[in-house]
Protein backbone atom coordinates (compact mmCIF):
# COMPACT_ATOMS: atom_id res chain seq x y z
CA UNK A 1 0.00 0.00 0.00
CA UNK A 2 1.08 3.84 -0.47
CA UNK A 3 2.17 5.07 2.73
CA UNK A 4 0.88 8.64 2.91
CA UNK A 5 3.29 9.63 5.78
CA UNK A 6 6.54 9.04 3.61
CA UNK A 7 5.08 10.66 0.58
CA UNK A 8 4.31 13.71 2.67
CA UNK A 9 7.62 13.95 3.88
CA UNK A 10 9.30 13.74 0.16
CA UNK A 11 6.20 16.13 -1.00
CA UNK A 12 8.46 18.46 1.00
CA UNK A 13 11.76 17.27 -0.02
CA UNK A 14 11.50 16.72 -4.01
CA UNK A 15 7.80 17.92 -4.70
CA UNK A 16 8.37 17.15 -8.65
CA UNK A 17 9.95 13.83 -7.76
CA UNK A 18 7.13 12.97 -5.56
CA UNK A 19 4.38 13.38 -8.39
CA UNK A 20 6.41 11.76 -10.69
CA UNK A 21 6.24 8.66 -8.27
CA UNK A 22 2.58 9.25 -7.58
CA UNK A 23 1.72 9.26 -11.74
CA UNK A 24 3.98 6.24 -12.13
CA UNK A 25 2.04 4.76 -9.83
CA UNK A 26 -1.48 5.12 -11.63
CA UNK A 27 0.05 2.63 -13.96
CA UNK A 28 0.28 0.16 -10.51
CA UNK A 29 -0.63 -3.67 -11.46
CA UNK A 30 -2.59 -3.72 -8.30
CA UNK A 31 -6.27 -1.77 -9.13
CA UNK A 32 -6.54 -0.55 -5.50
CA UNK A 33 -3.19 1.00 -5.15
CA UNK A 34 -3.10 2.52 -8.95
CA UNK A 35 -7.12 4.13 -7.92
CA UNK A 36 -5.72 5.82 -4.96
CA UNK A 37 -2.42 6.98 -6.91
CA UNK A 38 -4.55 8.61 -9.43
CA UNK A 39 -6.65 10.48 -6.32
CA UNK A 40 -3.87 11.52 -4.49
CA UNK A 41 -2.29 13.00 -7.49
CA UNK A 42 -5.13 14.45 -9.17
CA UNK A 43 -5.81 16.96 -6.06
CA UNK A 44 -2.12 17.62 -5.24
CA UNK A 45 -2.19 18.21 -9.33
CA UNK A 46 -4.90 20.58 -8.78
CA UNK A 47 -3.49 22.25 -5.59
CA UNK A 48 0.10 22.83 -7.42
CA UNK A 49 -1.87 25.12 -10.58
CA UNK A 50 -3.93 27.21 -8.39
CA UNK A 51 -0.42 29.61 -8.39
CA UNK A 52 -1.52 33.02 -9.87
CA UNK A 53 -4.63 34.89 -10.46
CA UNK A 54 -7.17 32.10 -11.87
CA UNK A 55 -8.08 34.20 -15.36
CA UNK A 56 -6.81 36.78 -17.14
CA UNK A 57 -8.19 40.42 -15.83
CA UNK A 58 -8.46 43.62 -17.35
CA UNK A 59 -9.89 46.80 -17.11
CA UNK A 60 -13.62 46.84 -18.26
CA UNK A 61 -14.92 48.93 -21.18
CA UNK A 62 -18.19 50.16 -22.64
CA UNK A 63 -19.45 48.65 -25.78
CA UNK A 64 -22.53 48.64 -28.08
CA UNK A 65 -23.47 45.30 -28.98
CA UNK A 66 -27.07 44.09 -30.72
CA UNK A 67 -30.17 44.13 -27.80
CA UNK A 68 -30.50 40.35 -28.98
CA UNK A 69 -26.86 39.48 -27.89
CA UNK A 70 -26.48 41.39 -25.02
CA UNK A 71 -28.28 43.04 -22.00
CA UNK A 72 -27.91 46.96 -21.45
CA UNK A 73 -29.26 50.47 -22.08
CA UNK A 74 -30.13 51.81 -25.42
CA UNK A 75 -27.85 53.43 -27.25
CA UNK A 76 -30.13 55.72 -29.04
CA UNK A 77 -27.28 57.17 -31.55
CA UNK A 78 -26.58 53.96 -32.46
CA UNK A 79 -30.04 52.77 -32.94
CA UNK A 80 -31.53 55.35 -34.07
CA UNK A 81 -32.25 55.01 -37.88
CA UNK A 82 -34.06 51.33 -36.87
CA UNK A 83 -36.52 53.27 -34.35
CA UNK A 84 -37.28 55.81 -37.36
CA UNK A 85 -37.79 53.28 -39.37
CA UNK A 86 -40.27 51.35 -36.91
CA UNK A 87 -41.91 53.92 -35.91
CA UNK A 88 -42.80 55.19 -39.62
CA UNK A 89 -43.94 51.60 -40.19
CA UNK A 90 -45.98 51.13 -37.20
CA UNK A 91 -44.21 48.13 -35.75
CA UNK A 92 -41.05 47.36 -33.48
CA UNK A 93 -37.54 47.33 -34.46
CA UNK A 94 -35.74 44.04 -34.69
CA UNK A 95 -34.08 43.39 -31.57
CA UNK A 96 -30.85 42.86 -33.50
CA UNK A 97 -30.84 46.13 -35.15
CA UNK A 98 -30.97 48.15 -31.60
CA UNK A 99 -27.88 48.76 -30.05
CA UNK A 100 -27.39 48.86 -26.83
CA UNK A 101 -24.39 50.03 -24.28
CA UNK A 102 -22.68 47.96 -21.87
CA UNK A 103 -19.81 46.92 -19.84
CA UNK A 104 -17.28 44.04 -20.77
CA UNK A 105 -13.49 42.54 -19.62
CA UNK A 106 -11.58 40.65 -22.01
CA UNK A 107 -11.74 36.72 -21.87
CA UNK A 108 -9.52 34.04 -22.67
CA UNK A 109 -9.91 30.54 -24.01
CA UNK A 110 -7.52 28.06 -23.88
CA UNK A 111 -7.07 25.07 -25.81
CA UNK A 112 -3.81 22.53 -24.23
CA UNK A 113 -2.23 20.23 -26.65
CA UNK A 114 -0.34 17.33 -24.98
CA UNK A 115 2.21 15.10 -26.77
CA UNK A 116 1.96 11.89 -25.84
CA UNK A 117 4.34 10.36 -28.54
CA UNK A 118 7.31 7.74 -27.38
CA UNK A 119 7.26 7.09 -23.54
CA UNK A 120 4.77 8.46 -21.35
CA UNK A 121 6.74 8.54 -17.85
CA UNK A 122 5.56 9.03 -14.44
CA UNK A 123 7.37 13.00 -14.64
CA UNK A 124 6.00 13.03 -18.52
CA UNK A 125 2.18 12.24 -16.90
CA UNK A 126 2.58 14.43 -13.78
CA UNK A 127 3.66 17.26 -16.33
CA UNK A 128 0.92 16.56 -18.52
CA UNK A 129 -2.00 16.61 -15.77
CA UNK A 130 -0.12 19.94 -13.67
CA UNK A 131 -0.64 21.92 -17.54
CA UNK A 132 -4.32 20.73 -17.45
CA UNK A 133 -4.81 21.78 -13.73
CA UNK A 134 -3.41 24.75 -14.35
CA UNK A 135 -5.50 25.57 -18.08
CA UNK A 136 -8.70 24.78 -16.46
CA UNK A 137 -7.58 27.40 -13.68
CA UNK A 138 -7.00 30.13 -15.97
CA UNK A 139 -9.90 29.75 -18.21
CA UNK A 140 -12.19 28.23 -15.97
CA UNK A 141 -15.56 28.40 -18.31
CA UNK A 142 -13.61 27.74 -21.68
CA UNK A 143 -10.34 24.97 -21.96
CA UNK A 144 -9.93 21.78 -24.03
CA UNK A 145 -7.63 19.08 -23.87
CA UNK A 146 -6.01 17.03 -26.75
CA UNK A 147 -3.61 14.16 -26.17
CA UNK A 148 -1.74 13.47 -29.32
CA UNK A 149 0.69 11.42 -31.34
CA UNK A 150 0.26 10.12 -35.00
CA UNK A 151 -3.70 10.53 -34.32
CA UNK A 152 -5.40 13.15 -31.70
CA UNK A 153 -7.58 12.35 -28.58
CA UNK A 154 -10.25 14.84 -26.77
CA UNK A 155 -10.10 14.53 -23.41
CA UNK A 156 -12.24 17.60 -23.07
CA UNK A 157 -13.93 19.57 -25.58
CA UNK A 158 -14.05 23.44 -25.14
CA UNK A 159 -18.06 22.94 -24.51
CA UNK A 160 -17.76 20.21 -22.34
CA UNK A 161 -18.83 20.54 -18.87
CA UNK A 162 -16.51 18.20 -17.33
CA UNK A 163 -14.65 18.86 -14.19
CA UNK A 164 -10.77 19.35 -13.96
CA UNK A 165 -10.61 16.34 -11.51
CA UNK A 166 -11.71 14.45 -14.33
CA UNK A 167 -9.79 15.37 -17.58
CA UNK A 168 -6.80 14.89 -14.47
CA UNK A 169 -7.30 11.77 -13.78
CA UNK A 170 -7.69 10.61 -17.77
CA UNK A 171 -4.47 12.33 -18.41
CA UNK A 172 -2.95 10.16 -16.05
CA UNK A 173 -4.00 7.01 -17.07
CA UNK A 174 -2.56 7.56 -20.91
CA UNK A 175 0.12 5.78 -22.19
CA UNK A 176 2.48 6.95 -24.92
CA UNK A 177 2.25 6.15 -28.59
CA UNK A 178 4.43 6.06 -31.91
CA UNK A 179 4.73 9.26 -34.47
CA UNK A 180 3.96 12.64 -33.61
CA UNK A 181 1.55 14.39 -36.32
CA UNK A 182 1.86 17.58 -35.11
CA UNK A 183 -0.08 19.15 -37.78
CA UNK A 184 -3.36 17.15 -37.14
CA UNK A 185 -2.87 18.51 -33.63
CA UNK A 186 -2.76 22.10 -34.14
CA UNK A 187 -5.71 21.93 -36.76
CA UNK A 188 -7.86 20.01 -33.84
CA UNK A 189 -6.64 22.88 -31.43
CA UNK A 190 -8.14 25.72 -34.07
CA UNK A 191 -11.19 23.89 -34.62
CA UNK A 192 -12.02 23.41 -30.79
CA UNK A 193 -11.36 26.93 -30.08
CA UNK A 194 -13.97 28.10 -33.52
CA UNK A 195 -16.01 26.89 -30.77
CA UNK A 196 -15.58 29.54 -28.12
CA UNK A 197 -16.94 33.63 -28.07
CA UNK A 198 -14.12 34.51 -26.04
CA UNK A 199 -11.85 37.49 -27.43
CA UNK A 200 -8.71 35.90 -26.71
CA UNK A 201 -7.78 32.30 -28.05
CA UNK A 202 -4.90 30.74 -27.05
CA UNK A 203 -2.90 26.96 -28.35
CA UNK A 204 -0.91 25.68 -25.65
CA UNK A 205 1.60 23.40 -26.90
CA UNK A 206 3.21 20.42 -24.78
CA UNK A 207 5.76 19.38 -26.66
CA UNK A 208 9.22 18.79 -27.76
CA UNK A 209 8.04 19.44 -31.57
CA UNK A 210 9.44 17.41 -33.42
CA UNK A 211 7.15 16.44 -36.03
CA UNK A 212 7.72 12.75 -37.59
CA UNK A 213 4.30 12.02 -39.01
CA UNK A 214 1.91 13.98 -41.27
CA UNK A 215 2.48 17.25 -43.20
CA UNK A 216 4.63 20.55 -42.80
CA UNK A 217 2.38 22.03 -39.30
CA UNK A 218 4.27 25.75 -40.08
CA UNK A 219 1.06 27.18 -42.08
CA UNK A 220 -1.11 25.70 -39.57
CA UNK A 221 0.54 27.31 -36.59
CA UNK A 222 0.86 30.90 -37.86
CA UNK A 223 -2.70 30.38 -38.28
CA UNK A 224 -3.71 30.12 -35.28
CA UNK A 225 -4.55 33.38 -33.45
CA UNK A 226 -1.79 32.66 -30.20
CA UNK A 227 -0.17 29.88 -29.80
CA UNK A 228 2.25 29.26 -26.59
CA UNK A 229 4.70 26.29 -27.09
CA UNK A 230 6.13 24.55 -23.82
CA UNK A 231 9.01 22.32 -24.03
CA UNK A 232 10.95 20.05 -21.49
CA UNK A 233 13.91 22.09 -20.18
CA UNK A 234 16.21 19.69 -21.33
CA UNK A 235 14.93 18.98 -24.37
CA UNK A 236 13.95 22.01 -25.84
CA UNK A 237 16.18 23.05 -28.97
CA UNK A 238 13.58 21.98 -31.54
CA UNK A 239 10.50 23.74 -29.90
CA UNK A 240 12.24 26.94 -29.99
CA UNK A 241 13.49 26.77 -33.20
CA UNK A 242 9.50 26.00 -33.91
CA UNK A 243 8.37 28.39 -31.78
CA UNK A 244 10.93 31.05 -33.71
CA UNK A 245 9.36 30.07 -37.43
CA UNK A 246 5.78 30.22 -36.52
CA UNK A 247 6.24 33.46 -34.04
CA UNK A 248 5.08 31.32 -30.85
CA UNK A 249 5.81 32.67 -27.00
CA UNK A 250 7.88 30.06 -25.86
CA UNK A 251 9.09 28.89 -22.42
CA UNK A 252 11.06 25.57 -20.90
CA UNK A 253 9.92 23.73 -17.61
CA UNK A 254 12.21 21.37 -15.79
CA UNK A 255 9.61 19.18 -14.08
CA UNK A 256 5.38 19.53 -13.10
CA UNK A 257 6.07 22.35 -10.41
CA UNK A 258 7.10 24.82 -12.88
CA UNK A 259 4.29 24.20 -15.19
CA UNK A 260 2.65 27.43 -13.26
CA UNK A 261 5.50 29.66 -13.34
CA UNK A 262 6.00 28.61 -17.41
CA UNK A 263 2.04 29.35 -17.96
CA UNK A 264 1.99 32.65 -16.58
CA UNK A 265 5.10 33.90 -18.51
CA UNK A 266 3.64 33.02 -22.04
CA UNK A 267 0.10 34.02 -21.59
Excluded: N, Y
Excluded at 202 to 214: E, F, H, I, P, Q
Amino acid sequence: MLDEGALADLLEEDADHAMALLAAMTAATDPVLAALARRLAGRLMLDLARVGPSKIRGIGRIVTSPADRADGDIDLDGSLDALVQARAGGGLAPADEIRVRHWTKPTMALALLVDRSGSMSGDRLAVAAVAAAACSWRAPADWSVLAFADQRLALKSQDDGRASASVVADLLRLRGQGTTDLEQALQGAARQLERSRAKRRVTVLLSDCRATAGVDPIATAQRLDELCVLAPADDAADAEDFARRVGARFATIDGPSAIPTALARVL
